[in-house]
Every structure is written in structure tokens, then in C-alpha cells.
């Protein structure tokens, strides 16, 4: 069985992916003390809301970690002692499985079938504006009590395919070109997110629809919150199934 030597460093960064007996999941970051043996490798205590996290001895938990240019790789270890190294707060892991490669991409994709939209703006010409504003003052008194916007937003539906941390793969009628900027939103856990991002992959697979790969540029918290939870969930279940 190849060991860490062949595929660790020192200051190397791994997932460590926690399944709590309530069905939720965590996955904390964890870094690389010593490779001290193909079985044996001593990592950081990793960190959950500014805490050291509480790591059961004995136990086995999954870890994951990606090489540039190789890919995501996945591992079964058991933690044995909790450890100082350095000085610092430490864990020492035993490996208790083939080291496996689960893809290439650094982010893990999952299938996603959801609907979303990109969203464009578009200037409202003069008669636009003054025929919204006409219309706000049939509810309001006076027009110091709104605003009209310059601009109104335009929506091109899509159907999502795929989701993973880094991006998301739709089909749309709308046809892009590779490196395009655009803004969206798709719906995931009963409620609509938005992003900012590029078309890095794009597919004709008949008259109207494309097939169009966006890596993500902009997620505010919550957004990236819910990806994460989402994917690791169905990571979850997969690990859970033997399949990963």
C-alpha cells in the first residue's frame, strides 16, 4: 500500500471530514507537522468558531487533500494520540486505507438539478421612467416618498447540471462567449442565491442550448455556506454507500 511519503509534505493543507451523529457534517482544515512514516503523519488540531476541535481518540475519520495537477485524494485514518509538536496542539493520524484518487478537480462536483437565472441590466430610457413613476404616484402622495431605479433587471432562465465549491455547470438558450463576465442566481435549499462569475466552458449541443461551465468569482458567506453543505452532504452519502 503506498503511504503519505509518496503524496505528503510538510505544511501540505487536508480536510478533515467529520459526520456527526445528528446527520451534519463538517469539514475543518488541517495541515501537515511531519510526514513521519508511510502510515504515521502528524497534523495541526484543527479549528471549529475559534476553538480547538475535540478530535476522539481511536477513531476514524476521512481526510482528503488535492496535489496540483493530480487531482483530490481520499484517505480512511484513525486518529492515536493528541499531541504536542512544537509545541503546538497536534494530532497524530494512522492510515487505515488506500490513499485513492476520487477526480481531478480540486473542487469536488456533485449532480445539481435545480433552475436559476443570469442576470442583466438594462437602462430605463426616459418614457421608462416616467411611466413608472406615474405609476408610483397613484400609491404615494408625493415623489420624495420613492425612488425610481435607472435601471431594470433582465432574467434568462437556465437549469443547473452540476454544483461543486468552485463553480457550476448550467444549460441555457442564451449563447456566451469564453471569459464573459456575468451575475446569477439558482435556487438551493428552497431559497435563491446569487454569484458572480466567468464562462470558463461552453458546449453547443443543439439550436438554442449550450451547455456552460461558470467558475465562481464572487460568493457572499451565506451563499458559499450553503454550496459547501449542500456538496458535502452528497459527499457524505456517497462515502457512506462505499462509492468514494
Given at each position: 500500500?503506498?503511504?503519505?511519503?509518496?503524496?505528503?509534505?510538510?505544511?501540505?493543507?487536508?480536510?478533515?471530514?467529520?459526520?456527526?451523529?445528528?446527520?451534519?457534517?463538517?469539514?475543518?482544515?488541517?495541515?501537515?507537522?511531519?510526514?513521519?512514516?508511510?502510515?504515521?503523519?502528524?497534523?495541526?488540531?484543527?479549528?471549529?468558531?475559534?476553538?480547538?476541535?475535540?478530535?476522539?481518540?481511536?477513531?476514524?475519520?476521512?481526510?482528503?487533500?488535492?496535489?496540483?495537477?493530480?487531482?483530490?485524494?481520499?484517505?480512511?485514518?484513525?486518529?492515536?494520540?493528541?499531541?504536542k509538536?512544537?509545541?503546538?496542539?497536534?494530532?497524530?493520524?494512522?492510515?487505515?486505507?488506500?490513499?485513492?484518487?476520487?477526480?481531478?478537480?480540486?473542487?469536488?462536483?456533485?449532480?445539481?438539478?435545480?433552475d436559476?437565472?443570469?442576470?442583466?441590466?438594462?437602462?430605463?430610457?426616459?418614457?421608462?421612467?416616467?411611466?413608472?413613476?406615474?405609476r408610483?404616484?397613484?400609491?404615494?402622495?408625493?415623489?420624495?416618498?420613492?425612488?425610481?431605479?435607472?435601471?431594470?433587471?433582465?432574467?434568462?432562465?437556465?437549469?443547473?447540471?452540476?454544483?461543486?465549491?468552485?463553480?457550476?455547470?448550467?444549460?441555457?438558450?442564451?449563447?456566451?462567449?469564453?471569459?464573459?463576465?456575468?451575475?446569477?442566481?439558482?435556487?438551493?435549499?428552497?431559497?435563491?442565491?446569487?454569484?458572480?462569475?466567468?464562462?470558463?466552458?461552453?458546449?453547443?449541443?443543439d439550436?438554442?442550448?449550450?451547455?456552460?461551465?461558470?467558475?465562481?468569482?464572487?460568493?457572499d458567506?451565506?451563499?458559499?455556506?450553503?454550496?459547501?453543505?449542500?456538496?458535502?452532504?452528497?459527499?457524505?452519502?456517497?462515502?457512506?454507500?462505499?462509492?468514494?
Open positions: 500500500m503506498e503511504g503519505f511519503t509518496k503524496y505528503l509534505n510538510i505544511a501540505d493543507e487536508i480536510d478533515i471530514m467529520i459526520f456527526l451523529n445528528n446527520n451534519q457534517s463538517l469539514t475543518l482544515k488541517a495541515f501537515v507537522y511531519e510526514v513521519t512514516s508511510d502510515l504515521r503523519i502528524v497534523l495541526s488540531n484543527p479549528i471549529h468558531e475559534g476553538n480547538l476541535y475535540p478530535l476522539e481518540k481511536s477513531y476514524t475519520y476521512y481526510f482528503r487533500f488535492y496535489i496540483e495537477n493530480s487531482g483530490m485524494f481520499l484517505f480512511k485514518g484513525i486518529l492515536i494520540d493528541r499531541i509538536y512544537d509545541n503546538l496542539p497536534s494530532i497524530l493520524i494512522q492510515l487505515e486505507s488506500d490513499i485513492k484518487r476520487v477526480q481531478r478537480r480540486k473542487f469536488y462536483r456533485v449532480n445539481f438539478m435545480s436559476g437565472h443570469f442576470i442583466d441590466y438594462k437602462q430605463l430610457t426616459d418614457d421608462e421612467k416616467n411611466a413608472i413613476r406615474e408610483m404616484l397613484k400609491k404615494y402622495k408625493t415623489d420624495a416618498e420613492f425612488i425610481v431605479d435607472e435601471y431594470t433587471e433582465i432574467k434568462t432562465p437556465f437549469s443547473t447540471l452540476d454544483l461543486s465549491g468552485g463553480g457550476i455547470r448550467v444549460v441555457t438558450s442564451q449563447s456566451y462567449e469564453m471569459g464573459d463576465f456575468l451575475e446569477g442566481e439558482f435556487k438551493i435549499s428552497d431559497s435563491y442565491v446569487k454569484f458572480k462569475g466567468e464562462i470558463t466552458r461552453i458546449d453547443k449541443k439550436v438554442n442550448r449550450y451547455e456552460v461551465g461558470i467558475k465562481f468569482l464572487e460568493l458567506a451565506n451563499t458559499q455556506s450553503k454550496i459547501v453543505a449542500y456538496v458535502f452532504e452528497v459527499e457524505r452519502n456517497l462515502i457512506k454507500k462505499g462509492l468514494m
